[in-house]
């Protein structure tokens, strides 16, 4: 069980790099800077607000480090789940097309960075997508 002297900045800091989230990201999606977010791990007595919009932001429950934020989180029963299909190949699936090879070391780091930035934008939609589902 957490005290009430326990340094909420530590905790919120330790499970935002638990969570794999990118600060920048965690920071934009609550709306505040990176440095404002880097102030706030200093904070020992953060508001519970900000913990529990933190906690949606990066799919956290923090009632296990705060036991009496269980009870004031709304639950919301499990959506019913339609079947799975058992085919899941969809019409444009099928053999990719073989990309060309890069050449050369430069080519291999210029196609990660393509590659990472796709990533990226898909995880940010990802979140966007998670963030509204779970709103409603």
């Known amino acids: 069980m957490i005290k009430s002297n326990t340094h909420r900045g530590e905790i919120i800091r330790e499970a935002i790099k638990a969570s794999g989230v990118a600060i920048g990201v965690v920071a934009e999606k609550l709306g505040v800077s990176r440095k404002t977010l880097y102030n706030k791990f200093k904070e020992s007595s953060i508001p519970y607000s900000f913990i529990l919009r933190l906690g949606e932001v990066i799919h956290h429950d923090f009632s296990q480090e705060f036991p009496h934020l269980s009870k004031t989180v709304k639950k919301e029963a ?40 796709k990533y990226i934008a898909l995880l940010e939609k990802f979140n966007e997508l998670l963030l509204k589902t779970s709103l409603n």
């Open 78 to 117: 499990p959506m019913p789940q339609a079947p799975v299909s058992v085919n899941l190949q969809l019409p444009f699936d099928g053999e990719p097309e073989s990309a060309p090879k890069p050449n050369n070391m430069k080519e291999c780091e210029a196609e990660l960075v393509i590659l990472q930035r």
